[in-house]
Nanobody, 122 residues
Framework: QVQLVESGGGLVQAGGSLRLSCAAS????????TGWFRQAPGKEREFVAAISWSGSSTYYADSVKDRFSASRDNAKNTVYLQMNSLKPEDTAVYYC???????????????WGQGTQVTVSS
């Protein structure tokens, strides 16, 4: 089993920045990539970003490309999501997940964190 804990969410004004962290513990694996998803009230969970275990490959949703950046520190078993130029439409609960399947879809992930709220005020 892998346990994931997100942190770093909060309330920020439009144009501001936040950095989310996803700390992993348990049976982590070098086959696991880490993904970030978000879910706003009344909407489906959507893909935000993903990063390979090595960190050499990253993937982003078009809506966050050039504003968000994923990175990782495997020595700390932690993955980060740097979010810049935040917009009100970025408001959602953000989840990190680990898996080795289809990275752009929730079904590709085996383990999920509990989520952290990000609220962007206009």
């Amino acid at each position: 089993q892998v346990q994931l804990v997100e942190s770093g969410g909060g309330l920020v004004q439009a144009g501001g920045s936040l950095r989310l962290s996803c700390a992993a513990s348990g049976r982590t694996s070098s086959t696991y990539a880490t993904g970030w998803f978000r879910q706003a009230p009344g909407k489906e969970r959507e893909f935000v970003a993903a990063i390979s275990w090595s960190g050499s490959s990253t993937y982003y949703a078009d809506s966050v490309k050039d504003r968000f950046s994923a990175s990782r520190d495997n020595a700390k078993n932690t993955v980060y999501l740097q979010m810049n130029s935040l917009k009100p439409e970025d408001t959602a609960v953000y989840y990190c997940a680990q898996g080795s399947g289809r990275l752009l879809f929730p079904v590709g992930y085996d383990y999920w964190g509990q989520g952290t709220q990000v609220t962007v005020s206009s």
